[in-house]
């Protein structure tokens, strides 16, 4: 039987409810399982221990007790979180050649997915606002940005991503899967998800858009906004090498937004567009694996101060062995 045929909804099925769903993953081919396995384990230790060095460095180093660094070591664990909740349950899929994943272990995926992402994209803009005060706002910086703010912002991020990530769980819980059970990606996510429903989407795919935009447009619109500011007020430092040290703080960031919400949008903001295919695992890949791979590499190339660190920690490591 071939997967095609799978996918076809059954006559009589509408009386019958999913309660397993088939992940077909990367690749149909058995033969490529095995070089998907090792590439992806290979991508799954590289970024847990790129990022659990970033924390390590944040906390052993006390030159990078500062905010900037504390929501650093807050995205570093997101994450770690990130992969572990998607690539783990894939590598033993393709290590035990099984494809189902139990209804309740796919809305549990699709929860603690949502969860860290939402996290990630409130993070983000707190790390905007920080450039924002650092570069426009020094006199009043350390007084806007104490211990208390920063933990207020993380407990807030929390918050709000827990509910998305929890309106959507609800909200997808209350549809009927009845036929075809087979989600042609790694992961379960929403619009796969959406596809395999024989009852109406047209309510979470409303809900989607709307908390979307709450979710991922202002956090967009304020971290433009604080960037708006930084450029003007580093444009108006006299010396280049003033310049030069406020953009590449600032550069790093810049690049992980434009990666996150950009492999974000095109996930979620066309549903409905156009039929589901190969390109959304590609990027899936990139939500996944590739942004929490790098993430640690891009805030180490241009930081000087997280290079030191980083050597102190590999350094003190190998002096304790």
Request: aromatic residues 12%.
């Amino acid at each position: 039987v071939s997967w095609k045929e799978l996918m076809q909804p059954k006559s009589g099925a509408n009386g019958t409810t999913v309660t397993e769903f088939i992940l077909l993953g990367l690749v149909e081919t058995p033969e490529l399982w095995p070089v998907v396995f090792v590439l992806f384990l290979f991508a799954y230790l590289i970024t847990v221990g790129g990022n659990l060095s970033i924390l390590a460095a944040v906390l052993v180093e006390p030159k990078l007790h500062t905010p900037m660094y504390f929501f650093l070591g807050n995205l570093s664990v997101l994450d770690v979180g990130c992969i572990t909740v998607t690539v783990p349950s894939m590598l033993a899929r393709l290590l035990f050649h099984k494809r189902t994943v139990s209804y309740g272990a796919c809305l549990s995926q699709l929860f603690f997915f949502h969860l860290l992402v939402g996290v990630d994209c409130f993070l983000l803009t707190a790390m905007a606002y920080d450039r924002f005060l650092a570069i426009c706002r020094p006199l009043t910086y350390s007084t806007r940005m104490s211990q208390t703010v920063q933990r207020t912002l993380v407990v807030v991020s929390w918050a709000c991503a827990f509910t998305n990530a929890l309106t959507h769980t609800v909200a997808i819980s209350t549809l009927n899967f009845c036929g075809p059970n087979v989600i042609n990606h790694f992961y379960c996510d929403l619009p796969q998800l959406f596809q395999l429903s024989c009852s109406s989407t047209r309510f979470n795919e409303l809900l989607l858009f709307a908390v979307g935009f709450i979710m991922a447009g202002s956090p967009m619109a304020l971290i433009v906004t604080s960037y708006v500011h930084v450029a003007a007020a580093v444009l108006r430092i006299r010396s280049a090498e003033g310049r030069k040290k406020a953009f590449s703080t600032c550069g790093s960031h810049l690049t992980v937004v434009a990666i996150f919400y950009g492999s974000g949008i095109f996930n979620y903001m066309r549903l409905g567009s156009t039929k589901l295919s190969d390109k959304d695992k590609a990027v899936g890949i990139f939500n996944t694996v590739v942004n929490p791979m790098l993430n640690p590499l891009i805030y180490s190339l241009r930081n000087p101060d997280v290079q030191a660190a980083l050597w102190k920690v590999l350094m003190g490591r190998r002096s304790m062995a």
